[in-house]
């Protein structure tokens, strides 16, 4: 009996022995295309008849491009699983999927500790003005001429934390560490168990109150540019704002303006509207903290990542259902 295959869209770079061993029951193939047209080509060739599920990365994106209306349509029929390793999916277009019958999976909870983390590095770096300091050290001036201006402490701090889910939670115990007071907007208020207790308010609330807010939803049509002007323009003024999620869920022009005039204190960022390219009005200002997409970048994480998103590929093939389908198909 032929087995179904398995395309491999992107590197495995740690959990070699878990995909190996995927072959027991599926052929595992490799694309050759290094550009979109040549996969779409590769697709419509007829090459990759028989693929069943595709594993995909987030770097993939740099030649295959997004899972868009162009792409999806021309996979081959055969193909009805996308398990995708990384926990956002904003370069999976799941109408698009949904309309082929494709189902697709992320990486939930994989990702929850390593970004947290980084969300509450940024946070205290961006309280503390780290980035003036460190720039002067490596400039060979200590501190800088004259020193920079005091940080302010996380203690007793209002953190705001938009998008409570699995990365927002985690986020939630940390910044408690911190004695943070933590406060939360979400689609829907989770019962105290879920929330630990964090107090549910309005997004208006959440942006008047806030002393930190953090970006912890992810990003979709509704999520695009949820923070512009009229937000900024909401939040107190000396915000420090947050962003661990995906670039374009802020209005980086209008986040450059709030900087600028300084309503906005400081941010951290790990993610950029239009990245790898970062807005010039954000490497030139000292009060941004910077991270190049760090989020998830520890040993243990990524390999976490690859092995549940094996574990999709398998579940696909030996089940014919997804280990953690995304929300948006979970009812399908
Ligand atoms: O950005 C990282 C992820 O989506 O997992």
Not at 14 to 38: C, K, Q
Not at 47 to 65: E, K, M, Q
């Amino acid at each position: 009996m032929t087995k179904p295959k398995v395309l491999l869209l992107g590197e495995i770079e740690h959990a070699h022995e878990s995909w190996n061993s995927l072959s027991n029951i599926a052929e595992l193939v490799y694309p050759r295309a290094r550009t979109r047209a040549e996969f779409l080509d590769e697709c419509r060739s007829g090459d990759l008849d028989g693929v069943v599920a595709i594993y995909r990365t987030f770097a993939s994106v740099d030649y295959t491009g997004r899972f868009d209306e162009e792409l999806v349509p021309a996979l081959p029929a055969s193909v009805k699983f996308v398990c995708h390793n990384g926990a956002g999916y904003d370069q999976v277009d799941v109408h698009v999927c949904t309309k082929r019958g494709i189902r697709v999976s992320n990486t939930p909870t994989a990702v929850d500790d390593a970004t947290a983390d980084v969300t509450m590095f940024l946070i205290l770096g961006a309280l503390r003005g780290f980035n003036i300091s460190m720039r002067a050290l490596r400039g060979g001036q200590w501190r800088g001429h004259p020193p920079p201006p005091l940080g302010r402490d996380p203690e007793g701090k209002t953190l705001g934390i938009l998008g409570m889910g699995g990365i927002g939670k985690n986020l939630r115990r940390k910044a408690e560490a911190f004695s943070m007071r933590v406060i939360y907007h979400n689609r829907e208020k989770l019962s105290d168990e879920l929330s630990g207790g964090a107090e549910y308010v309005s997004f208006a609330e959440l942006l008047m109150t806030s002393d930190v807010i953090s970006l912890n939803l992810p990003l979709n049509d509704k999520t695009r540019h949820k923070i512009s002007t009229r937000e900024f323009e909401m939040m107190k003024k000396g915000v420090v704002i947050v962003n661990t999620a995906r670039g374009a869920i802020i209005d980086e022009e209008a986040l450059v303006k709030a900087l600028d005039s300084g309503h906005v204190a400081s941010v951290g960022l790990d993610v950029y509207e239009n990245e790898p390219s970062i807005h010039p009005g954000l490497l030139a200002n000292d009060y941004v903290m910077l991270l190049p997409h760090m989020g998830t970048w520890t040993i243990e994480t990524q390999t976490a990542m690859e092995e549940w998103t094996i574990s999709n590929v398998r579940a696909a093939i030996e089940t014919g259902a997804l280990r953690s389908v995304i929300p948006e198909h979970a009812a399908l």
